[in-house]
């Protein structure tokens, strides 16, 4: 059946229609205005709910997708903007016409040069988050953010590790899966699925950090449906 809710957009900030015919919610549930989904939606309150000011922050996007708003809507606001691509074939910090190379497991941005890391759906894809999340807490200055979503599978205890990158290539560990890439038809492989010990691991991984995880349930927003998490990690230090 249908599902129609209104309400006001995170993304667009216009009144606007949610709207899905059929399941999954994630995936169908579409604002009338800018075509956002529900993940987005959820990041784009939490990115105004906990970061205000980001308009006149340093604020590094980790893979946007061009043809998502709220890409666009950060690139276009902030005056600070980053983007940033990994191309496996390319130096780490080179800059082209297409978009900077930054690989998230080992930047190249200087110690406490950064006020957000923000990415939508990119966590499930790397081969080394333990590295990701260092990286990160280097990277951001005392009190900086790194607000992005990631799927946490429902009833999921112990995150659980599909497929990684060996000096010999791709490890299957489960059955292969892929997502979608801004930057490739070949799309992204999916290395990890997380559970609900990820925020223990978060802590792990960047212990210089607290690790706030929402999950937004509201009709009014047009934020429903499975994988709804944002997670909002703070540098204390």
């Known amino acids: 059946m249908p599902v129609v809710t209104r309400g006001r957009c995170p993304v667009c900030r216009k009144r606007s229609v949610f709207r899905a015919n059929g399941q999954p919610l994630r995936a169908k549930l579409r604002c009338s205005n800018c075509d956002s989904i529900p993940r987005e939606r959820a990041f784009a309150w939490a990115l105004d709910t906990f970061a205000p000011n980001w308009r006149d922050l ?26 940033t691509q990994y191309w496996p074939d390319r130096t780490p910090g080179e800059v082209r016409e297409d978009g900077r190379c930054e690989n998230l497991e080992a930047l190249t941005f200087e110690d406490g040069s950064i006020d957000l890391h923000c990415h939508l759906d990119v966590m499930e894809h790397v081969n080394r988050p333990d590295l990701c999340f260092s990286e990160m807490q ?22 659980e590790r599909r497929a990684e990158y060996t000096p010999d290539g791709i490890r299957y560990l489960a059955e292969a899966e ?3 890439n801004p930057i490739s038809d070949q799309g992204a492989l999916v290395t990890f699925h997380y559970g609900s010990d990820l925020p223990e691991w978060i802590s792990r991984w960047a212990p ?3 690790v706030n995880m929402t999950v937004l ?21």
């Open 58 to 83: 340093v604020l590094h996007e980790c893979s946007p997708a061009p043809s998502r708003e709220v890409s666009a809507r950060m690139q276009r606001e902030c005056r600070r903007y980053v983007g």
């Open 138 to 159: 280097r990277t951001l200055r005392p009190g900086g953010m790194m607000i992005f979503t990631t799927p946490v599978y429902e009833g999921k205890v112990v995150t």
């Open 178 to 180: 892929y997502h979608g």
């Open 208 to 210: 210089d950090c607290s």
């Open 217 to 237: 349930n509201d009709p009014h927003t047009g934020v429903l449906g499975k994988f709804r998490e944002v997670f909002v990690v703070t540098r204390m230090m």
